[in-house]
């Protein structure tokens, strides 16, 4: 049988020892104060942790912390760069602006990319919800860079192409969308004059603006009052032949703003009939429908009840040559240059002081910023 061993209480002198050597095995903390709530204390003790640390430990903790600081700014404002898989970023989030790309061009960016890499990031937006195709971000600016990417992944189907640096902007207002657009390819790349009324209609019927008028006002607010004035001519173009124009990105400002001045004397029925006639080749052979309808429209004195005096019907009307124009009220107008600058010219029997004063009110309306 196995004897029990007899166990013996510890002394005072024990206890105390015992007591001295817990003590020095661990840290000493601050005695809790009189009811402080646990989660209270649990402060105050690391606190305390933190005072007891050495001064290049609490610097390289504020440095840290600090850098996380800076970091979530620049993510909130914009200023991150990330990449992301090309495949979630959706392209067509936004109408474009841009209606066709050259090839040419479109290769010589390819190329670029190839050998030097993508040097400016595209701009992107948050989908509020994940397409079904898993795009989750719209493509705000960078098109061109976008589709190059993707061109150099089909052909050489490398990792690297998989993915393209990008910025993520805070999902904006439609209207600053747009004009964010507008502007990178009016910097980078400019617009057609179709192309710009084209996009000022489209904003506006999505929405974005109250109408074409405050689309063109805001997209190209920094552009001059005249240009302006033209992109309201080449919206009017888009709105009432843009589904019938096989080349209107080729039409030039002065055939452009001729067809618009058709269009608001009611000519819509008469060049649509002459576009339908067969599928122009190219641009001219389109221009060569157009022509007519508008020598004609031109040549016929305006309507009284459009308001004005009296108009007597001259032998012929609109432009003669590149450098004179002659209007239905009989007035002709004569463009010169010389030395100092630009001369125009204003010859027949309706020209008088008050039409002079009207002309130069106008003028300078339109060449005031």
Not at 91 to 110: G, I, K
Not at 149 to 163: D, Q
Not at 271 to 287: I, K, Y
């Amino acid at each position: 049988m196995v004897k029990r061993r007899r166990l013996s209480a510890p002394s005072t002198a024990d206890l105390d020892r015992l007591e001295q050597e817990f003590r020095g095995e661990t840290s000493p903390k601050p005695a809790p104060a009189r009811g402080l709530a646990p989660i209270a204390q649990v402060a105050a003790e690391t606190a305390a942790e933190v005072q007891a640390a050495s001064p290049d430990t609490r610097a390289a903790r504020a440095k840290t912390e600090a850098d996380a600081a800076r970091l979530k700014a620049a993510e909130d404002q914009g200023l991150l760069m990330v990449e992301l898989p090309v495949e979630e970023i959706d392209e067509n989030a936004l109408v474009r602006d841009r209606m066709a790309l050259s090839e040419e061009e479109q290769t010589e960016l390819r190329l670029s990319i190839a050998t030097n890499g993508l040097r400016l990031p595209v701009e992107v937006f948050e989908l509020e919800t994940p397409g079904t195709d898993g795009k989750r971000y719209g493509l705000l600016s960078g098109y061109r860079r976008l589709l190059a990417v993707r061109g150099l992944l089909e052909l050489t189907e490398a990792k690297k192409y998989t993915r393209i640096r990008a910025i993520i902007r805070e999902r904006s207002e439609a209207d600053a969308a747009f004009v964010s657009m507008v502007e990178e390819n009016e910097v980078r790349q400019e617009l057609s004059h179709f192309e710009r009324g084209r996009i000022a209609v489209i904003a506006a019927n999505q929405g974005a603006f109250a109408n074409t008028e405050e689309a063109v006002n805001k997209l190209f607010a920094t552009g001059s009052k005249a240009k302006r004035s033209k992109v309201r001519s080449f919206a009017l173009v888009f709105e009432e032949l843009g589904d019938m124009l096989v080349f209107p990105e080729s039409l030039t400002e002065k055939r452009g703003l001729r067809l618009a001045s058709a269009l608001r004397f009611g000519a819509e029925a008469r060049l649509r009939e002459a576009l339908a006639e067969r599928a122009p080749e190219d641009a001219e052979e389109e221009w060569a429908l157009i022509e007519p309808v508008l020598a004609a429209i031109e040549k016929t004195p305006r309507d009284a009840s459009r308001g004005g005096r009296p108009k007597s019907k001259p032998q012929d009307y609109g432009w003669i040559d590149s450098k004179t124009v002659r209007t239905s009220s009989g007035i002709t107008i004569r463009r010169a240059q010389d030395s100092k600058g630009h001369i125009l010219r204003f010859e027949g029997k309706a020209v008088d002081s008050e039409i002079m004063d009207t002309l130069m009110a106008e003028i300078q309306n339109l060449l005031e910023p």
